[in-house]
T-cell receptor, first 111, second 112 residues
């Protein structure tokens, strides 16, 4: 069974701090990784995708991928109360149309 | 802007009823998916479709069926609703095999 693991949290950070969210995956050949944000009662929306080892930055968000260690992380700089949400990590199963989602990490940014 | 819509935001049904959930996307995406989301269990794939009239079972297809007669529309059918099918149902679509999934707003189904 392919798995994607995330710490459920909640992860609490003060406003303006860096929030670090982590995700590990079990399928060593996975190539495509996604971070989604989900507000309570809403559907997931994409924050970033990452396909290559290293860092990918988009505004206040940085995704980091380390395929050798099988983890992908999301850093949120200058965290805002509006960033309070559940963050889902998703991995595409190679050669398939399927995506495996982690159960999500709940982030709370304290004003 | 990609738009995925679902027929209902909230539904209340009785045990044994046949339930139809409909999803429509307007971006000509090839692939469409149905998930259910439950606390502590995350998103679990019920069925997906990679073309019109083509479908494949996901991880939890029991008690569900799907229909895709047109490219833009993907329906989830609960043949005989049961209380353990109370959940949030999310539809998603993608353009290709490793593309971003775009989600609809979700349908919160309560089966009494």
């Amino acid at each position: 069974q392919k798995e994607v693991e995330q710490n459920s949290g909640p992860l609490s950070v003060p406003e303006g701090a860096i929030a670090s969210l982590n995700c590990t995956y079990s399928d060593r050949v996975s190539q495509s990784f996604f971070w989604y944000r989900q507000y309570s009662g809403k559907s997931p929306e994409l924050i970033m995708s990452i396909y290559s080892n290293g860092d990918k930055e988009d505004g206040r968000f940085t995704a980091q991928l380390n395929k050798a260690s099988q983890y992908v992380s999301l850093l949120i700089r200058d965290s805002q109360p509006s960033d309070s949400a559940t963050y889902l990590c998703a991995v595409n199963l190679p050669g398939t149309y399927k995506y495996i989602f982690g159960t999500g990490t709940r982030l709370k940014v304290l004003a | 802007d990609v738009k995925v819509t679902q027929s209902s935001r909230y539904l209340v049904k009785r045990t044994g009823e046949k339930v139809f959930l409909e999803c429509v996307q307007d971006m000509d995406h090839e692939n469409m998916f149905w998930y259910r989301q439950d606390p502590g269990l995350g998103l679990r794939l019920i069925y997906f479709s990679y073309d019109v009239k083509m479908k494949e079972k996901g991880d939890i297809p029991e008690g569900y069926s799907v229909s895709r007669e047109k490219k833009e529309r993907f329906s989830l059918i609960l043949e005989s609703a049961s209380t353990n099918q109370t959940s949030m149902y999310l539809c998603a679509s993608t353009a290709g095999t490793v593309e971003t999934q775009y989600f609809g707003p979700g349908t919160r189904l309560l089966v009494l």
